[in-house]
Protein backbone atom coordinates (compact mmCIF):
# COMPACT_ATOMS: atom_id res chain seq x y z
CA UNK A 1 0.00 0.00 0.00
CA UNK A 2 1.63 3.13 -0.92
CA UNK A 3 1.68 6.05 1.88
CA UNK A 4 0.44 9.86 1.26
CA UNK A 5 4.26 11.43 0.75
CA UNK A 6 3.73 15.33 0.90
CA UNK A 7 0.58 17.19 3.03
CA UNK A 8 -1.30 18.68 0.29
CA UNK A 9 -3.79 20.96 2.72
CA UNK A 10 -7.28 21.44 3.23
CA UNK A 11 -9.44 20.64 -0.15
CA UNK A 12 -5.99 19.46 -2.18
CA UNK A 13 -5.55 15.61 -3.62
CA UNK A 14 -2.26 13.82 -1.50
CA UNK A 15 0.29 12.84 -3.14
CA UNK A 16 1.19 9.19 -3.25
CA UNK A 17 4.62 7.81 -2.64
CA UNK A 18 6.02 6.36 -5.71
CA UNK A 19 8.74 3.81 -5.39
CA UNK A 20 11.55 4.08 -7.25
CA UNK A 21 10.96 1.02 -9.60
CA UNK A 22 7.53 3.07 -10.32
CA UNK A 23 9.96 5.89 -10.85
CA UNK A 24 11.69 3.60 -13.29
CA UNK A 25 9.15 2.52 -15.23
CA UNK A 26 7.28 6.15 -15.84
CA UNK A 27 10.75 6.88 -16.90
CA UNK A 28 11.14 4.16 -19.50
CA UNK A 29 7.16 5.06 -20.24
CA UNK A 30 7.35 8.39 -20.85
CA UNK A 31 8.41 9.38 -24.11
CA UNK A 32 8.84 13.35 -23.41
CA UNK A 33 11.62 14.06 -20.29
CA UNK A 34 9.81 17.81 -18.96
CA UNK A 35 6.69 15.63 -18.76
CA UNK A 36 8.31 12.94 -16.80
CA UNK A 37 9.78 15.65 -14.45
CA UNK A 38 7.12 17.67 -14.44
CA UNK A 39 4.46 15.02 -13.17
CA UNK A 40 7.47 13.76 -10.59
CA UNK A 41 8.38 16.60 -9.40
CA UNK A 42 7.56 15.98 -5.65
CA UNK A 43 9.99 12.64 -5.58
CA UNK A 44 12.87 13.72 -6.38
CA UNK A 45 15.52 14.16 -3.90
CA UNK A 46 16.41 17.86 -4.29
CA UNK A 47 18.43 20.19 -1.63
CA UNK A 48 17.17 18.41 1.77
CA UNK A 49 20.81 17.82 3.04
CA UNK A 50 20.96 21.19 5.38
CA UNK A 51 17.38 20.59 6.63
CA UNK A 52 18.46 16.77 7.07
CA UNK A 53 21.96 17.79 9.01
CA UNK A 54 19.95 20.57 10.60
CA UNK A 55 16.72 18.03 12.17
CA UNK A 56 19.45 15.69 13.30
CA UNK A 57 22.32 18.15 14.94
CA UNK A 58 19.29 19.84 16.64
CA UNK A 59 18.84 16.27 18.42
CA UNK A 60 22.38 16.32 20.02
CA UNK A 61 23.99 18.10 22.55
CA UNK A 62 27.24 19.27 21.01
CA UNK A 63 28.20 22.86 20.13
CA UNK A 64 29.20 23.15 16.36
CA UNK A 65 32.54 23.93 17.10
CA UNK A 66 32.74 20.84 18.86
CA UNK A 67 31.38 18.94 16.01
CA UNK A 68 33.95 20.54 13.70
CA UNK A 69 36.56 19.25 15.42
CA UNK A 70 35.01 16.05 16.03
CA UNK A 71 34.42 15.44 12.41
CA UNK A 72 38.16 16.85 11.50
CA UNK A 73 36.66 19.88 9.38
CA UNK A 74 36.91 23.74 9.61
CA UNK A 75 34.09 25.13 11.67
CA UNK A 76 33.67 27.80 8.77
CA UNK A 77 33.39 24.59 6.12
CA UNK A 78 30.64 22.87 8.59
CA UNK A 79 28.47 26.20 8.54
CA UNK A 80 28.53 26.04 4.82
CA UNK A 81 27.77 22.50 4.71
CA UNK A 82 24.91 23.45 7.21
CA UNK A 83 24.04 26.72 5.08
CA UNK A 84 23.95 24.40 2.44
CA UNK A 85 26.53 26.56 0.40
CA UNK A 86 28.95 23.33 0.38
CA UNK A 87 28.34 19.89 -0.22
CA UNK A 88 30.01 17.13 1.20
CA UNK A 89 32.07 14.56 -0.03
CA UNK A 90 30.43 10.96 0.65
CA UNK A 91 33.46 10.64 3.53
CA UNK A 92 33.21 14.32 4.74
CA UNK A 93 29.37 13.55 4.97
CA UNK A 94 30.80 10.42 7.02
CA UNK A 95 32.81 12.02 9.17
CA UNK A 96 29.70 14.45 10.35
CA UNK A 97 27.54 11.31 10.48
CA UNK A 98 30.28 9.89 13.27
CA UNK A 99 30.91 13.06 15.06
CA UNK A 100 27.08 13.52 15.35
CA UNK A 101 26.46 9.72 17.15
CA UNK A 102 24.03 9.01 13.99
CA UNK A 103 22.91 5.43 13.67
CA UNK A 104 23.61 3.19 10.85
CA UNK A 105 19.99 4.09 9.77
CA UNK A 106 20.31 7.69 9.86
CA UNK A 107 23.56 7.31 8.25
CA UNK A 108 21.86 5.29 5.45
CA UNK A 109 19.43 7.75 5.12
CA UNK A 110 21.54 11.41 4.94
CA UNK A 111 23.27 8.99 1.85
CA UNK A 112 20.53 7.98 0.21
CA UNK A 113 18.80 11.42 0.04
CA UNK A 114 21.83 12.97 -1.02
CA UNK A 115 22.36 10.42 -3.72
CA UNK A 116 25.57 9.30 -2.60
CA UNK A 117 26.29 4.93 -2.09
CA UNK A 118 24.69 3.33 0.85
CA UNK A 119 27.45 1.67 3.19
CA UNK A 120 27.88 -2.35 1.48
CA UNK A 121 28.59 -4.74 4.18
CA UNK A 122 30.44 -6.29 1.08
CA UNK A 123 32.63 -3.84 1.04
CA UNK A 124 35.23 -4.04 3.53
CA UNK A 125 35.77 -0.23 3.86
CA UNK A 126 31.75 0.29 4.06
CA UNK A 127 31.48 -3.23 6.67
CA UNK A 128 34.73 -1.33 9.03
CA UNK A 129 33.07 1.99 8.66
CA UNK A 130 29.16 0.73 9.37
CA UNK A 131 30.63 -1.24 12.58
CA UNK A 132 31.99 1.90 13.73
CA UNK A 133 28.47 3.60 13.63
CA UNK A 134 26.87 0.79 14.95
CA UNK A 135 29.22 0.41 18.12
CA UNK A 136 29.47 4.29 18.41
CA UNK A 137 33.22 4.57 17.74
CA UNK A 138 35.07 8.20 17.31
CA UNK A 139 36.18 9.17 14.29
CA UNK A 140 39.84 8.46 15.30
CA UNK A 141 38.62 4.98 16.06
CA UNK A 142 37.19 4.06 12.67
CA UNK A 143 40.32 5.41 10.42
CA UNK A 144 42.50 3.73 12.82
CA UNK A 145 40.27 0.31 12.57
CA UNK A 146 40.71 1.63 8.36
CA UNK A 147 44.00 1.59 8.44
CA UNK A 148 44.59 -1.65 10.41
CA UNK A 149 42.11 -3.22 7.72
CA UNK A 150 44.22 -1.94 5.08
CA UNK A 151 41.90 0.73 3.80
CA UNK A 152 41.42 4.35 3.19
CA UNK A 153 41.03 6.52 5.96
CA UNK A 154 38.10 8.88 5.76
CA UNK A 155 39.82 11.94 5.55
Same mark, same amino acid.
Given at each position: ?????????????? +? +??? /?? =???????? $???????? @??????? &? &????????????? %? #???? /???? *?? %?? !????? +?? @??????????? /? #?? %???? *??????????????? @???????? *??? #? @???? !????? =????????????? !????? =? $?????
Amino acid at each position: MKKPCIDPGEGAAA +V +VEK /ST =GDLQQGLM $EEPDLNTY @LKKNRPF &F &FDGQLPQLLAEIY %R #RRHI /SKAA *LA %RQ !AGMSE +VY @LHQVFSGRRVP /S #RD %RLLC *LCIAMGTTLEETQQL @LLRTAYAQ *LYP #R @LRRD !AVISH =GLIHGKTLAEINE !ALTAA =G $EKTLF
